[in-house]
């Protein structure tokens, strides 16, 4: 079993919508969760930190879920703009990310 | 600040070949990490240097070697490169906590 699983999607929504999906984790020692956005044929970048029960920035809001080991994103108020890989990471004890394979978000006019 | 550099952005080798990846920050930062993607995997840790002259395995170190050349570069090399070797290299470096990754831009190889 992979230590972070994330649905792949494709999640596909109208400009203006909301979306969100979640990520699960397996190392319940994990302390800190990061998503990456990653654009096609580029590399991932730091989109929000949660280190502890959640983080909003702007239109974009991650929860952190303890007892059920899961991270979500919510994106409001979608943009075209907002069309990317989303990468869910755990940081481990031993200071090394592991990573989820990213959920698909597709933002249409 | 230039970030994360990696050098070279694209290559082909064919099977048996060597080369090696170079990366380069100009942030300071203690750790270093080699990353390889592939679809529907996600990014896999190769190895990882958490400061100058350490270096330790990641999930995936068979077939690659590395060397943390001095604070800033990190190089990653293939010494006989395989068709299972074809993929998207990501160098990343970080704080000495291992979170907050910054990455570069990747190199693309393909082995014939």
């Known amino acids: 079993r992979k230590e972070v699983e994330q649905d792949p999607g494709p999640f596909n929504v109208p400009e203006g919508a909301t979306v969100a999906f979640n990520c699960t984790y397996s190392n319940s020692a994990s302390q800190s969760f990061f998503w990456y956005r990653q654009d096609c044929r580029k590399e991932p970048k730091l989109l929000m930190s949660?280190?502890?029960s959640g983080n909003e920035d702007g239109r974009f809001t991650a929860q952190l879920n303890r007892a059920s080991q899961y991270i979500s994103l919510l994106i409001r108020d979608s943009k075209l703009s907002d069309s990317a890989t989303y990468l869910c990471a755990a940081l481990s004890n031993d200071y090394k990310l592991s990573f989820g394979a990213g959920t698909t978000v597709t933002v249409r006019a | 600040n230039a970030g994360v550099t990696q050098t070279p952005k694209f290559q082909v080798l064919k099977t048996g070949q060597s080369m090696t990846l170079q990366c380069a920050q100009d942030?300071?930062?203690?750790?270093m990490y080699w990353y390889r993607q592939d679809p529907g995997m996600g990014l896999r840790l190769i190895y990882y240097?958490?400061?100058?002259?350490?270096?330790d395995k990641g999930e995936v170190p068979n077939g690659y070697n590395v060397s943390r050349l001095n604070k800033r570069e990190f190089s990653l090399r293939l010494e006989s490169a395989a068709p299972s070797q074809t993929s998207v290299y990501f160098c990343a470096s970080s704080g000495p906590l291992g979170d907050e990754q910054f990455f570069g831009p990747g190199t693309r190889l393909t082995v014939l």
């Open positions: 942030m300071n930062h203690n750790s």
């Open positions: 949660v280190y502890s």
């Open positions: 240097s958490a400061s100058e002259g350490t270096t």
